[in-house]
């Protein structure tokens, strides 16, 4: 793949790295030619400095036979900018921008751009780690509404069968850890004791959720 990075800071150059070291053909953008020396003379990529949104700059940085393009400048405005340029003008499928401002990552998301909220996203991390086991959502959409979150379950559910269970708590269950192995169940999958369950929900049933899972009966 020939993948075009906006942005060579510590995320764009640590990024050029790994792409290149799988195989890849990398190009990075930046408009600060000082912004290179991140890369180091091992890469063996293209270095294109100019704006990331301009066309003449992405075309110099092959941006007409990119495969993918991530834009993860310092900058959420030009990140979307950059975005939408190369969706809509060179037609490239596999695009991402980072973004800072979370309240933002919901208009991105409708207008088709995938986006990385990097400060919701560490502080989600961190939560995790400060907060006891299950506080905090494992994963979390952009928009912030939809989340993956471990659930613990009453004793009561155990021996029953998981489509029975997603039905009393109207949730879906996404994956099932059973002595350190994980798994997608099927209808038929049965809850044994020990098995840690994740479900995917909106973040504004997860109450509602945790609620049935501790009780067993139907909704709460």
Known sequence: MHIVIMGCGRVGST????????????????????????????????????????????????????DAFAAVSSGDNSNIIAARVVRETFGVQRVAARIYDPRRAEVYERLGIPTVATVRWTADQMLRKLLPEGGEPLWRDPTGKIVLAEIAFSPLWIGEQVKAMEA??????????????????????VLQEGDVVHVVAKEADLDRVTAAFAARGGVH
Request: no cysteine; aromatic share 6%.
């Open 15 to 66: 990024l050029a790295h790994i792409l290149e070291d799988r195989g890849n053909s990398i190009a990075v953008i930046d408009r600060d030619p000082e912004a290179f020396r991140r890369l180091g003379s091992s890469f063996k990529g293209d270095r294109v400095t100019g704006i990331g949104f301009d066309r003449t700059v992405l075309i110099a940085a092959g941006i007409e036979r990119a």
């Open 168 to 189: 009393a708590t109207i949730t879906r269950i996404a994956f099932i850890d059973r002595l350190g192995q994980a798994f997608v169940p099927d209808g038929g999958t």
